[in-house]
C-alpha cells in the first residue's frame, strides 16, 4: 500500500476527526472510503455517458424504461 500526503482545510480535517471518534474508526480508514466511493462513482458516470447515445437510439431515455425492458 502507498502513502498519500495531502492538506485539508482546518475544518474539513476537524469533521473528518469527530466523525472518526464517533464511528471509532481511524481517519486514514474514512478517507480510504471515501476516495474509493468516489472513483467508483467517477467510473459509472465515465461509462454512462459512454453507453447513453447507445440507450437513447433504443428508446432508452429513464431508469423506468431500461427496468421495463429488462423485466
Known amino acids: ?3 498519500l500526503t495531502i ?3 482546518d475544518d474539513l480535517r476537524a ?3 469527530e ?3 464517533r464511528q471509532g474508526r ?3 480508514d474514512l ?3 471515501s476516495l474509493r466511493r468516489y472513483v467508483a462513482i467517477e467510473r459509472f458516470r465515465s461509462l454512462r455517458g ?3 447515445p447507445f440507450a437513447e437510439a433504443q428508446g432508452l431515455l429513464a431508469d423506468e424504461d431500461v427496468f421495463e425492458a429488462i423485466s
Open 7 to 9: 492538506r485539508l482545510p
Open 26 to 28: 481511524p481517519v486514514s
Open 1 to 3: 500500500m502507498s502513502t
Open 19 to 21: 466523525l472518526s471518534r
Open 50 to 52: 459512454k453507453v447513453l
Open 15 to 17: 469533521a473528518l476527526d
Open 31 to 33: 478517507v480510504r472510503d
